[in-house]
């Protein structure tokens, strides 16, 4: 069952330009993690928000936990080619012990 | 460079074989997991251990078992393969067993079933 739900699932936009992410769900989540996969290549974690309603900030990334930590959003300022690649969502359980993650939100940015 | 290896990096069989996938967590992490991911889809958790015991399971057939070893590398045996099971697999690992703590992915092992 997937749990978590990411859209759009293919985005594909010239450098420069905004773009959102979201992840949704009907569970609440312990926390949740944004993740980036390149091609062949394992996922790299970006950020990891636990406090509902809370906004963190990483250079031209900025990542939003819902309020009722359920949902989550992902925005890219002026995106470059280097952010190409899957952007992953995977929300924490409230046992601790399993991860849920969302099918992904492949990414190309054009030069 | 995340720390954690995996073995091999490709591994083509034909259906019904029986395979087993090796990881190496990072040093000083005791928690292990293992996921599946097939083309253009997100990671299926499969299970999870820690400290050599079973933490968690996910989504893992009958046919699939892991376990975790004293020097806490893990392996993950799949057993009458079938065409299906072709995809990546990932290993993580991390400190502690959970409460947000961050996972380092491996390389992954692609499966290939002919």
């Known amino acids: 069952t997937q749990l978590l739900e990411q859209s759009p699932q293919f985005l594909s936009i010239q450098e420069g330009e905004n773009l959102t992410v979201y992840c949704n769900s009907s569970?609440?989540?312990?926390?949740l993690q944004w993740y980036r996969q390149e091609p062949g290549e394992g996922p790299v974690l970006l950020v990891t928000v636990v406090t509902g309603g809370e906004v963190k900030k990483l250079k031209r990334l900025t990542f939003q936990f819902g309020d009722a930590r359920k949902d989550s959003s992902l925005h890219i300022t002026a995106a470059q080619p280097g952010d190409t690649g899957l952007y992953l969502c995977a929300g924490e359980g409230n046992n601790f012990n399993k991860f849920y993650f969302g099918s992904g939100t492949k990414l190309n940015v054009k030069p | 460079d995340s720390g954690v290896t995996q073995t091999p990096k490709h591994l083509i069989t034909a259906t019904g074989q029986r395979v087993t996938l090796r990881c190496s967590p990072r040093?000083?992490?005791?928690?292990v997991y293992w996921y599946q991911q097939s083309l253009d889809q997100g990671l299926q958790f499969l299970i999870q251990?820690?400290?050599?015991?079973?933490?968690a399971k996910g989504n893992i057939l009958e046919r699939f078992s892991a376990q975790q070893f004293p020097d806490l590398h893990s392996e993950l045996n799949l057993s009458s393969l079938e065409l299906g099971d072709s995809a990546l697999y990932f290993c993580a690992s991390s400190v502690d067993p959970g409460g947000g703590d961050e996972q380092f992915f491996g390389p992954g092992t692609r499966l290939t079933v002919l």
């Open positions: 040093s000083g992490d005791l928690s």
């Open positions: 251990y820690y400290n050599g015991e079973e933490r």
């Open positions: 569970s609440v989540f312990s926390s």
